[in-house]
């Protein structure tokens, strides 16, 4: 991380060298830099975006938004039961909802696990109570349903609390609300974020993959309200990234956007980046 962050730094740099090697008569070139610092380079450009390539999985950081419709197909492939048994390594459920032949609470294989060693360990914090799987994978079929059934109990009016088919970060498979026992059976808010168990895992979600996926301070880039019982997998290096800099995933993909962007106009093997271009839609 250090030598990723003076890599980093150093590439910032070189709009200075150019002065600096006036004065001092020395050298430098970019492969000088990169040969120092170990940046990987791909095709002719280094990669300086602080999350190196190999730790960006196109599929984890897969986008679910309004502007990001999920197909109505998109159906994760590695989708698996969650252990609802603390003692078996699980996590409990709050419901057993049911979705198409799927009936229970599903989650993509690796999300499930990350999700299951983060209740591992909050099951060793002093005083915290037992936390509960609410809902986890739906469907575009059920996440339709559960719109439309909003609608109709709202004068037909969308609230910002359900979000339209093809934009859940449910139907990714990747995300998932986990609540303490005394929410398990009421109906969320935004006072959930006082709750010692919520600011445990605002602080240490990302030693496990998550992130907040939808934080008090970006509701007008997210478009969502503040949830902060909705995690969502991202792998570990992204998590600690996205935590570590207070960013939304939005944000996140404007971020690496740009710096593919820069990637390829400084020469950067296009296939080294085209599964993320891919994965975004682009
Ligand atoms: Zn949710």
Redesign the pocket.
């Known amino acids: 991380m250090i030598r990723r962050l003076l890599a980093l730094l150093g590439a910032m740099m070189l709009l200075a060298l150019p002065v600096l090697a006036e004065d001092d008569e020395e050298e430098f070139s970019l492969s000088d830099l990169v040969e120092l610092e170990e940046l990987p380079v791909y095709g002719n450009a280094p990669w300086v975006f602080p999350v190196a390539l190999e730790d960006i999985d196109p599929e984890l950081i897969r986008l679910a938004n309004k502007e990001s419709l999920l197909p109505d197909d998109y159906v994760p492939d590695d989708l698996v039961l969650v252990e609802k048994n603390p003692d078996k390594g699980g996590i409990r459920w709050a419901v057993t909802p049911s979705d198409g032949k799927l009936k229970g609470q599903y989650l993509r294989a690796e999300c499930a696990a990350a999700l299951c060693a983060m209740n591992a360990a909050m099951r060793e914090v002093d005083g915290f109570r037992d936390m509960y799987l609410k809902?986890a994978y739906r469907s575009y079929q059920k996440q339709k349903t559960m719109y439309h059934n909003r609608l109709a109990n709202n004068h037909g009016r969308d609230d910002g609390w359900v979000s339209m088919e093809g934009a859940s970060?449910?139907q990714t498979g990747l995300?998932?609300?986990v609540v303490p026992k005394n929410w398990k059976d009421k109906s969320m808010n935004e006072k959930m974020m006082k709750e010692p168990e919520c600011i445990w895992m605002a602080e240490h979600c990302h030693e496990y993959g998550f992130i907040i996926?939808y934080p008090d301070d970006k509701q007008e880039i997210t478009g969502i309200h503040t949830?902060p019982?909705?995690l969502r997998y991202v792998g570990p290096e992204v998590a600690a990234y996205i935590m570590g800099n207070g960013l939304c995933l939005e944000e996140f993909h404007q971020q690496l956007r740009a710096a593919i962007d820069t990637f390829l106009a400084e020469g950067g093997d296009p296939a080294a980046v085209q599964p993320l271009l891919d994965a975004s839609g682009q």
Request: glycine share 10%; aromatic share 10%; hydrophobic share 10%.
């Open positions: 809902s970060d449910h995300g998932c609300d996926r949830e019982w909705h």
